[in-house]
């Protein structure tokens, strides 16, 4: 009689245990195992609006808004992750981290707006978001267990600060801003935006830096640690390539650059000219110069599959092959209505 009783007391403990066990592993919190970069430098400079990650581009849709949606790297399987306007998207094997800007009209991704700009986290199916800072923010970039990103407020205006992941440890870096886009493992570039116009490297797990190159640099994109790309500051934003080993530097083009993307071996950039400006490509030696598209565009972004970028009059989105770029597309990937 003893044993009938105690065989099933025993399967239901087991099962509590069991039930708990899931629900813990289930709900506690995931960090990184190491320094995992969220998105692209060229990406992240150009508003972030597009972020690929284990085969999945994380995007604001312009169709519905800049709201957060997924979709596969071919442009396939579309879904909607939140309400939130998207922009400056990292994400990692468990979530995604944006700053949301739901007052922004649909032609601006840089003004900073209370409440409206906040920092913020949501697992990578979507679902309810994590307010991670809630002051004005913008160039997030997820650099292992940390965001680094530009933070704004009223007694300080705008200064680089970090904030760890699960939304802890949340503190000023540098009491000015430098654009802190560009990462390689625990390390980003910058250039420097007080005294000097040199490109920095940041290392994080020291919170040191140090200079690597001596110019007169913007927005600087690193390869590698000894590869760096950069808009010539002194030769008319030209864009050129820095090898920090050696110290030397060549001008990839003699055009003046109002914004670029890299991928692989190819620039994707906007020439500035008041007669014919145009969206180009070249290759990263200086050969294969193509112009894409007549106009001024912005916002470059690059995936696996598609070159995106928008028109900066109409604000019309367009698209064109990564690995043969040319013939351009309107981007148009609908939207999904969600029941309030």
């Given at each position: 009689?003893k044993?009938?009783i105690?065989i099933p007391?025993?399967?239901?403990?087991?099962?509590?245990?069991s039930?708990s066990?899931?629900?813990?592993w289930?709900?506690?919190?995931?960090?990184n195992?190491?320094?995992?970069?969220?998105?692209?430098?060229?990406?992240l400079?150009?508003?972030g609006l597009?972020?690929?990650?284990?085969?999945?581009v994380?995007?604001s849709?312009?169709d519905?808004?800049g709201?957060?949606?997924?979709?596969?790297?071919?442009?396939?399987?579309?879904?909607?992750?939140?309400?939130?306007t998207?922009?400056?998207i990292?994400?990692d094997?468990?979530?995604?981290?944006y700053v949301?800007?739901?007052?922004?009209?649909?032609?601006?991704?840089?003004?900073?707006?209370?409440?409206?700009?906040?920092?913020?986290?949501?697992?990578?199916?979507g679902?309810?978001?994590?307010?991670l800072?809630?002051?004005p923010?913008?160039?997030?970039?997820?650099?292992?267990?940390y965001?680094?990103?530009l933070?704004?407020?009223?007694?300080?205006?705008?200064?680089?600060?970090r904030?760890?992941?699960?939304g802890?440890?949340?503190?000023?870096?540098y009491?000015?801003?430098?654009?802190?886009?560009?990462?390689?493992?625990?390390?980003?570039?910058?250039?420097?935006?007080?005294?000097?116009?040199n490109?920095?490297?940041?290392?994080?797990?020291?919170?040191?830096?140090?200079v690597?190159?001596?110019?007169?640099?913007?927005?600087?994109?690193?390869e590698?640690?000894?590869?760096?790309?950069?808009m010539?500051?002194?030769?008319?934003?030209?864009?050129?390539h820095?090898?920090?080993?050696?110290?030397?530097?060549?001008?990839v083009t003699?055009d003046?650059i109002?914004?670029?993307?890299?991928?692989?071996?190819?620039?994707?950039y906007?020439?500035?000219?008041?007669?014919?400006?145009?969206?180009?490509?070249?290759?990263?030696d200086g050969?294969?110069y193509?112009?894409?598209?007549?106009?001024n565009?912005?916002?470059i972004?690059?995936?696996s599959?598609?070159?995106?970028?928008?028109?900066?009059?109409t604000?019309?989105?367009?698209?064109?092959?990564?690995?043969?770029p040319g013939?351009?597309?309107?981007f148009t990937p609908?939207?999904?209505?969600?029941?309030s």
């Amino acid at each position: 009689m003893k044993k009938k009783i105690i065989i099933p007391v025993v399967i239901l403990v087991v099962l509590i245990a069991s039930i708990s066990l899931f629900r813990h592993w289930h709900n506690r919190f995931h960090y990184n195992d190491n320094y995992v970069n969220g998105n692209t430098a060229g990406n992240l400079y150009n508003g972030g609006l597009f972020c690929e990650s284990n085969g999945t581009v994380f995007f604001s849709n312009p169709d519905d808004k800049g709201r957060l949606y997924a979709m596969d790297a071919n442009g396939s399987n579309l879904r909607k992750l939140c309400g939130d306007t998207a922009m400056y998207i990292n994400a990692d094997d468990h979530y995604i981290y944006y700053v949301r800007n739901n007052s922004r009209s649909d032609e601006d991704f840089s003004v900073f707006s209370y409440n409206n700009n906040s920092l913020c986290r949501i697992p990578r199916d979507g679902g309810d978001s994590v307010v991670l800072d809630e002051a004005p923010c913008i160039y997030a970039s997820l650099l292992g267990n940390y965001i680094y990103y530009l933070h704004y407020d009223d007694k300080q205006a705008t200064t680089l600060y970090r904030v760890k992941i699960d939304g802890t440890e949340s503190a000023q870096v540098y009491p000015y801003y430098v654009f802190n886009c560009s990462t390689i493992g625990q390390y980003f570039y910058y250039n420097g935006t007080q005294k000097d116009s040199n490109i920095y490297q940041y290392d994080t797990a020291s919170q040191s830096s140090s200079v690597v190159f001596q110019c007169d640099a913007y927005k600087p994109i690193a390869e590698s640690t000894s590869s760096i790309y950069y808009m010539d500051v002194a030769n008319n934003y030209a864009l050129t390539h820095a090898n920090t080993s050696s110290g030397s530097s060549d001008i990839v083009t003699n055009d003046s650059i109002d914004c670029y993307n890299l991928y692989g071996s190819t620039l994707i950039y906007q020439k500035y000219s008041e007669t014919d400006p145009a969206l180009c490509v070249i290759n990263t030696d200086g050969t294969g110069y193509k112009e894409i598209a007549a106009g001024n565009y912005t916002n470059i972004c690059v995936t696996s599959y598609y070159i995106y970028f928008k028109d900066f009059k109409t604000g019309q989105t367009y698209y064109t092959s990564t690995s043969n770029p040319g013939e351009i597309h309107e981007f148009t990937p609908g939207m999904i209505i969600t029941k309030s």
